[in-house]
């Protein structure tokens, strides 16, 4: 009897698990669905399913992104006293029609204000490259916001 109580509990966890992870990435697209169009794939995955991350750790963010993260810089401001409100990545370059690119940024806003000191320290001594150690420091941090914007736009995340 203990043991068929075991299975019915073990069951009954494998089975929620699995249900509360195919509701948080019910409409997400795997890249490979995007033939290379890097923007598209973010903006279908990231920007239009925002609500996904929004109120949830940065760690998920990270788990579903399958584009490298390599270079990025912490959103510092001055509101009353200096804090990191956020990151943002320089994802990929998207080619444009002339033969040129422009990188895609991705903003990540946090749902508090960080102070700036850990932040500052990692990106002045990881010289703005994303590492495990920025991996590990934001990845318990609540999501506010996502955006994509291309380099020289000047669409702006909500406050």
């Known amino acids: 009897m203990r043991i068929f109580t075991f299975i019915c509990f073990f069951a009954s ?6 249900c509360s992870l195919l509701r948080n990435n019910k409409g997400y697209t795997p890249i490979e669905a995007f033939a290379g169009d890097t923007l598209q794939y973010i903006k279908t995955n990231f920007d239009n ?8 750790k940065f760690k998920y963010f990270l788990k579903d992104i399958n584009v ?3 270079s990025y810089f912490a959103d510092f401001v001055f509101k009353g006293e200096m804090g990191c409100e956020g990151v943002s990545f320089f994802v990929n370059e998207n080619v444009d029609g002339n033969g040129g690119s422009k ?9 508090r204000l960080l102070p700036s000191d850990e932040p500052s320290r990692m990106e002045r001594d990881n010289g703005q490259t994303w590492t495990k150690q920025e991996s590990g420091f934001y990845k318990g941090i609540v999501i506010k916001d996502i955006c994509t914007t291309e380099w020289g736009t000047c669409t702006e995340c909500a406050k």
């Not at 966890?13 to 699995?18: E, N």
């Open 13 to 18: 966890i494998v089975m929620i698990s699995s």
């Open 49 to 56: 399913r925002k609500e996904a991350y929004v109120g949830k």
């Open 68 to 70: 490298p993260l390599n």
């Open 103 to 111: 990188p895609i940024i991705v903003h990540v806003k946090w749902e």
